[in-house]
């Protein structure tokens, strides 16, 4: 009769971790998911701010090198017509390799945010 009392106790305890095991992975994969998207926005962010800072650049260049082509090509128009061209020619070299350029690259960084961090985070 007390063995079955013990075992009834044993049960409750073992129901009683389980379930708080339950909440503990819970609590885990919402940190975890936090840690990854506070990462992944981080990145997006400071490519953002890269990107926008190039194109400022770029765009000062492209000045630049249009004053600098004018006297050569017999004026600013012509310049800036040669530099339009060559920025539609590297729109279109972007647009042919995206897949290598951009996709990839992408999926390759998200794969490895996802994905294999559980990998490391066991070998540790």
């Known amino acids: ?10 049960l409750g305890q073992l129901y009683t971790q389980i379930k708080r095991y339950l909440s503990l992975q819970k609590e885990y994969a919402r940190l975890e998911l936090v840690e990854k998207l506070s990462l992944l926005l981080s990145t997006l962010l400071i490519v953002f ?21 004018a006297p050569a090509v017999g004026g600013l128009p012509a310049s ?18 995206r897949k290598q350029l951009i996709v990839k690259p992408l999926v390759r960084f998200l794969a490895l945010l996802f994905l294999n961090d559980r990998k490391h985070k066991t070998e540790e």
């Open 80 to 97: 800036f017509a040669i530099l339009g061209g060559v920025c539609l020619l590297l729109i279109l070299l972007v647009y042919l390799f």
């Open 1 to 10: 009769m007390f063995s079955e009392d013990r075992n009834i106790e044993n």
């Open 49 to 69: 701010v890269a990107v926008a800072l190039g194109l400022v650049a770029l765009f000062y260049l492209m000045f630049a090198v249009a004053y600098l082509l």
